[in-house]
């Protein structure tokens, strides 16, 4: 019996947070306080189902600070200086130290994305043996709660390279896949969703947060589906695949590059405040404590002009040292702490389209496309001295999510599917290099 899915299925885990979303009450629940698993498999009220709407929501957000940076370090985007010797020890593998799959690194992120997914899984059910709602509404629940299910368990491919897609049982667990038939039976899982939120009528029964405002009735959610649809192809090698996909999503070559749904982040009771921002340090207050500072390499590598780098990083008053490692950087990724954080914004689904039309042949599409998130980073379209190759193209694409996506969880998935983790640098005499974190030893009992 595994573990981390067993206390995944205790639901406690619905009590949680609703200062932020307060649109959403429970009915009729059998123990407000720590409301049972039975209350809401047969028979749940809609309350009930509205309230594992806001759960699924509230904890997506759960693990993300720790994916962020743990994924991060291992990819020198950046270093985080704490008193945990382990973000500067472990991840980098100092002195030839591996990592451990007991430790906050491996297990936080994991149980984050598997208690969204098993809330999600929760509400499927709920959904499909309940009286108290239609066919309609019970396809948007379920049209929901996939897609959201499907956004985590890619996230638990890109940090762990394999993930479980079958929790309905927590005493007969399915296996860990590997990544291809992981990536398979997600694509799977989001074309269900689309079926059921096509088949969902004009609204839906419940309210979402405002991270997904013009994402908030079926036909716009199915928006956002197809795009996670459209990533998920890419991923899979599927270029052609995925070109339909992005006509029906809410990409735009012309558009805005921050369109598309968003965490959203709160200091009310029992919420959650953005887990990546860092105050500012001034020469007062030098923030010595808790710093998410900037990899040297991210400036160094960077072209003249690149206003990512400005919009993303600062100067410190002085350089900032810890364990043998400095930077002079710290990350201004985040205004405050209440900042939202994207979930799949236009600017990724453009890099995504480049991707794409990289693996279809289609250089030219794909070389336009790239030069539009150069010209909107302050960069002049790249002059190749001719037609650029598909080995060019790869480069520049690279380049570009590196700098777009900076500290999102993008870069050391990206050089590990293109073999190029080798060519990340290494800090100090004898570290390693890992693209890949281990799965939670509780997983593997």
């Keep these: 019996m595994k573990k981390t899915i067993m206390n995944i299925t205790k639901l406690t885990l619905i009590a949680f947070s609703l200062a ?49 940076t743990a994924s991060g370090t291992m990819a020198r985007e950046l270093y985080l200086f704490d008193a945990d010797p382990r973000n500067t020890g472990d991840l980098l593998g100092k002195n030839g130290i591996g990592l451990d799959n007991n430790s906050f690194y491996s297990v936080a992120q994991w149980n984050g994305n598997y208690r969204c997914v098993k809330n999600a899984s929760i509400l499927i059910n709920a959904a499909n043996n309940t009286s108290a709602v239609t066919a309609a509404e019970a396809n948007a629940y379920t049209g929901y709660a996939k897609t959201m299910m499907a956004y985590e368990l890619i996230q638990v491919l890109k940090s762990y390279g394999m993930a ?80 339909n996909l992005f006509s029906n999503s809410y990409f735009d070559i012309a558009g805005d590059l921050n369109t598309g749904p968003k965490h959203i982040f709160g200091l009310g009771s029992g919420d959650q405040a953005n887990p990546v921002f860092r105050p500012a340090s001034t020469e007062d207050n030098p923030n010595n404590g808790d710093q998410i500072i900037v990899h040297p390499s991210f400036i160094d590598d960077a072209e003249d002009g690149d206003l990512r780098v400005e919009n993303k990083t600062a100067e410190r008053p002085d350089p900032s040292t810890q364990d043998g490692l400095t930077s002079n950087f710290e990350s201004t990724l985040y205004e405050s702490n209440v900042s939202p954080i994207d979930l799949l914004r236009n600017e990724e689904l453009i890099l995504l ?88 030893l509780s997983e593997s009992n």
């Excluded at 296996?175 to 609204?203: H, K, V």
Aim: proline share 6%; net charge negative.
């Design 20 to 68: 932020i979303f307060s649109s959403c009450t429970f009915e009729e629940v059998i123990d407000p306080n720590g409301p049972s698993l039975d209350g809401v498999q047969e028979e749940a009220s809609k309350g009930q189902l509205n309230e594992l709407v806001v759960g699924i929501e509230a904890t997506k957000r759960n693990g993300l600070g720790i994916e962020t």
């Design 164 to 243: 479980r897609i079958d929790i309905e049982d927590p005493d007969n667990l399915g296996p860990i896949l590997d990544f291809g038939p992981a990536m398979d039976a997600i694509r799977g899982m989001l074309d269900d969703a689309l079926d059921d939120l096509n088949g969902a009528g004009g609204e839906f029964p419940f309210s979402l947060s405002e991270g997904f405002s013009g994402f908030d009735t079926p036909s716009t959610f199915a928006q956002y589906n197809r795009a996670i649809a459209a990533m998920a192809a890419v991923y899979d090698g599927d270029g052609s695949g995925s070109l």
């Design 353 to 440: 389209f480049a991707e794409a039309n990289i693996i279809a042949g289609n250089l030219g599409v794909a070389q336009n496309a790239l030069d539009v998130i150069r010209i909107s980073a302050g960069l002049e379209a790249k002059d190749y001295g001719g037609n650029p190759t598909s080995e060019q193209l790869v480069d520049e694409l690279l380049m570009q999510r590196r700098y777009s996506l900076w500290a999102e969880n993008h870069r050391m998935f990206d050089l590990r599917r293109y073999g190029r983790s080798n060519t990340l640098p290494i800090d100090r005499p004898g570290d390693q290099i890992f693209n890949v974190l281990p799965i939670p």
